[in-house]
T-cell receptor, first 115, second 115 residues
């Protein structure tokens, strides 16, 4: 069965710290891996990764994918209280169970940044 | 502002009742996917509608059904509600059926509570 596992499930840090969130996956036919930030309700898109070893960056956030070891990390440097959220990792398989383009999500990592 | 809207925002129902949730997709999008997110869990794929046809389904029983209208808005219907149906229901719109990746935008969700 296809699955996505995130760790840790929760994390408490102080402003200015650097954090690394982990995502491992087992998917029969991999298409892409996506990271989302969920603050209250709607997940908002952060990154899409399709190729190994190519880092994606956006400000203080960065992410990289290892398709050989089947994992991805999301790094946040110089954390701020506004980074407090649940970070979701999802894998988009190809032709999963007959459907097209659905996402398989992990449980998320709840990040709390203290002032 | 993603342009995806959902109604209602919150809903309280009694076990055994039926519920209809609504989603208006972003302008130009013809695909709507529905997800169920239980407390502390990642979103789980329910089904996807593409050009008014069901285009794939996750592991949910038949009492979860849907519709997509000519304007590409969508409804999720749940019959014979159970306590475990209590969750945040998210819809996401995109264009092109099987292509999701970074082109899928989530709505704010409907919080359903079944008592």
């Amino acid at each position: 069965e296809d699955k996505v596992v995130q760790s840790p499930l929760s994390l408490v840090v102080h402003e200015g710290d650097t954090v690394t969130l982990n995502c491992s996956y087992e998917v029969t036919n991999f298409r892409s891996l996506l990271w989302y930030k969920q603050e209250k309700k709607a997940p908002t898109f952060l990154f899409m990764l399709t190729s190994s070893g190519i880092e994606k960056k956006s400000g203080r956030l960065s992410s990289i994918l290892d398709k050989k070891e089947l994992f991805s990390i999301l790094n946040i440097t110089a954390t701020q209280t506004g980074d407090s959220a649940v970070y979701l990792c999802a894998v988009e398989p190809m032709n999963y169970g007959g459907s097209q383009g659905n996402l398989i999500f992990g449980k998320g990592t709840k990040l709390s940044v203290k002032p | 502002e993603t342009g995806v809207t959902q109604s209602p925002t919150h809903l309280i129902k009694t076990r055994g009742q039926q519920v209809t949730l609504r989603c208006s997709s972003q302008s130009g999008h013809n695909t709507v996917s529905w997800y169920q997110q239980a407390l502390g869990q990642g979103p789980q794929f329910i089904f996807q509608y593409y050009r008014e046809e069901e285009n794939g389904r996750g592991n949910f029983p038949p009492r979860f059904s849907g519709l997509q209208f000519p304007n590409y808005s969508s409804e999720l219907n749940v019959n014979a509600l159970e306590l475990d149906d209590s969750a945040l229901y998210l819809c996401a719109s995109s264009f092109g059926g099987g292509i999701i990746g970074d082109e899928q935008y989530f709505g704010p969700g409907t919080r359903l509570t079944v008592t």
